[in-house]
């Protein structure tokens, strides 16, 4: 079955640079959720995006942008690099089935190092 | 969302059974009990999901204490390839993120 497929897999940025991050969600899936997980550290929730819209916002810098495109994939858009947003980035799908519950799929992540 | 506890880290056997608690005391009448597993250099994965009753899957057991306020993911013959962390969470039927907390770091030993 395909699965989250994002990238790139690593990606090497020196301070004050820009990235972009992508994410291609499970077909079908209407939400799409970014997480961060720095070294040691549990996964953070950034953002989501219901049928293209904001649906939530977590701890995410105002450096960082990201958006929904027609087709689900989402990108995630990340300027003023610092060397502390070296990390992991998820990125998760999910559908609504018909108990309102989601189930979540996880990409295998973007490993970001800023130089 | 509702706050967990979970042990930092326990160790089992190969082949024998794992019994990973999860207390919730806070937990509300909406929250569904989710526990993800996340390997090394790998996404978060799903395991399990519950309400109120005991639910089994391929991957394992959930075990919801009758008053909800502690749960217990049940893997009935761990494999080396079960070495991971393990997260309880809590979330409600109409929310959206899900919010991992401090979970298990689980060893498996051969």
């Known amino acids: 079955a395909a699965g989250v497929i994002q990238s790139p897999r690593h990606l090497i940025k020196e301070k004050r640079e820009t990235a972009t991050l992508k994410c291609y969600p499970i077909p079908r899936h209407d939400t799409v959720y970014w997480y961060q997980q720095g070294p040691g550290q549990d996964p953070q929730f950034l953002i989501s995006?219901?049928?293209?819209?904001?649906?939530d916002k977590g701890s995410i810098p105002d450096r960082f942008s990201a958006q929904q495109f027609s087709d689900y994939h989402s990108e995630l858009n990340m300027s003023s690099l610092e060397l502390g947003d070296s990390a992991l980035y998820f990125c998760?799908?999910?559908?609504?089935?018909?108990?309102?519950?989601?189930?979540?799929?996880f990409g295998s992540g973007t490993r970001l190092t800023v130089v | 969302d509702a706050k967990t506890t979970q042990p930092n880290s326990m160790e089992s056997n190969e082949e024998e059974p794992v019994h990973l608690p999860c207390n919730h005391s806070t937990i509300s009448g909406t929250d569904y009990i989710h526990w993800y597993r996340q390997l090394p250099s790998q996404g978060p994965e799903y395991v399990i999901h519950g309400l109120t009753s005991n639910v089994n899957n391929r991957m394992a057991s959930l075990a919801i204490a009758e008053d909800r306020k502690s749960s217990t993911l049940i893997l009935h013959r761990a494999t080396l390839r079960d070495a991971a962390v393990y997260y309880c969470?809590?979330?409600?039927?109409?929310?959206?993120?899900?919010?991992f907390g401090e979970g298990t770091q689980l060893t498996v030993n051969p």
């Open positions: 998760a799908s999910s559908y609504r089935d018909s108990s309102g519950l989601y189930g979540y799929t």
């Open positions: 969470i809590l979330k409600e039927t109409s929310g959206s993120r899900l919010t």
């Open positions: 995006f219901y049928e293209k819209m904001q649906s």
